[in-house]
């Protein structure tokens, strides 16, 4: 059975680093992508970073660029968002995700939430002033 599971949040003051992991286990195709998405409290879910699965591109909304790095980490099956010089309007609920079904490239389905996607429960990153 597919399981994406995340972990890394908690609670920081702003200028602080956190780092995420969310660890793929049970998937039985080719993700070929994978995306990070937050839900702050109120709001609806925006994609925050993508990354394909060679790692040979990725992507970064513009409130992530500069700040935030995806990467993957293959012995352990897992995709990271280091995320440095967090901010208060960081804080919300974080979640990766892999695409069931998207049209188009990966990361335009991430920046515009387009498309089916499989995911993991999400971890709370709270940002404080």
């Known amino acids: 059975q597919a399981q994406l599971v995340e972990s890394g949040g908690g609670s920081v003051q702003a200028g602080g680093s956190l780092r995420l992991s969310c660890s793929l286990s049970?998937?039985?195709?080719?993700?070929?992508?994978m995306g990070w998405f937050r839900q702050a409290p109120g709001k609806e879910r925006e994609g925050v970073a993508g990354?394909?699965?060679?790692?040979?591109?990725?992507w970064y909304a513009d409130s992530a660029k500069g700040r935030f790095t995806i990467s993957i980490d293959n012995a352990k099956n897992a995709v990271l968002l280091q995320m440095n010089s967090l901010k208060p309007e960081d804080t919300g609920m974080y979640y990766c995700?892999?695409?069931?079904?998207?049209?188009?490239?990966?990361?335009?389905?991430?920046?515009?939430?387009?498309?089916?996607?499989?995911w993991g429960q999400g971890t709370q990153v709270t940002v404080s002033p």
């Open positions: 049970g998937f039985t195709y080719s993700w070929g992508c």
């Open positions: 995700a892999a695409p069931r079904s998207i049209t188009g490239d990966c990361f335009s389905a991430v920046a515009t939430m387009t498309g089916s996607w499989f």
């Open positions: 990354i394909l699965a060679g790692a040979t591109n990725t």
